[in-house]
């Protein structure tokens, strides 16, 4: 069964109608609608918590796809399930190829920040102060960047560096 057809919530098979309706429509080319369709195949993989599956349907957009704008959406995607696996190393470097083709992707730089932030804490805990301090430094540039690209997001962050004496700093 396609995934298509296992798709139960409403919103997302709404999204499935338009998106196949777009796919019809819009004068692209056929390459461009097959990337499109993994990419939104692995989006529904994804949020069902099928990984494996998501990155299957993701590699294969990425093979297709030229459009740097769309690969950065696909590669942060990948990014975000690496993270949800804990493999923050690798999450970050999806992350960074996703800014390297759209730098102005605030949800990537948003995630970066909280790994760097995630690790600034696992260092404090380790007592390495100076490495915790450097750590929570890279966090705040991601996150200065990301609230200037959408200064209406990422409140806790903004607090956080308000606390901090981080803002754009």
Do not use: C
């Amino acid at each position: 069964m396609s995934r298509s057809q296992k798709n139960d919530n409403f919103i997302d098979k709404t999204f499935t109608v338009i998106a196949d309706v777009l796919l019809t429509l819009l004068p692209t080319t056929n390459r461009e609608k097959q990337a499109f369709s993994f990419y939104r195949t692995g989006m529904s993989a994804q949020s069902e918590g099928e990984y494996a599956e998501a990155l299957q349907n993701y590699y294969e957009a990425m093979r297709l796809e030229i459009d740097a704008y769309d690969r950065s959406y696909i590669l942060y995607n990948i990014g975000l399930i690496h993270a949800s696996n804990g493999n923050h190393g690798r999450a970050l470097e999806y992350y960074y190829q996703s800014l390297e083709r759209n730098p102005s992707l605030p949800q990537a730089l948003n995630n970066i920040a909280v790994i760097y932030h995630y690790r600034g804490e696992q260092a404090i805990l380790k007592e390495q102060i100076e490495i915790s301090k450097l750590l929570f430094d890279k966090a705040s540039d991601y996150w200065n960047e990301a609230i200037r690209l959408a200064p209406n997001s990422y409140i806790e962050a903004h607090n956080w560096l308000i606390m901090t004496n981080r803002l754009f700093s």
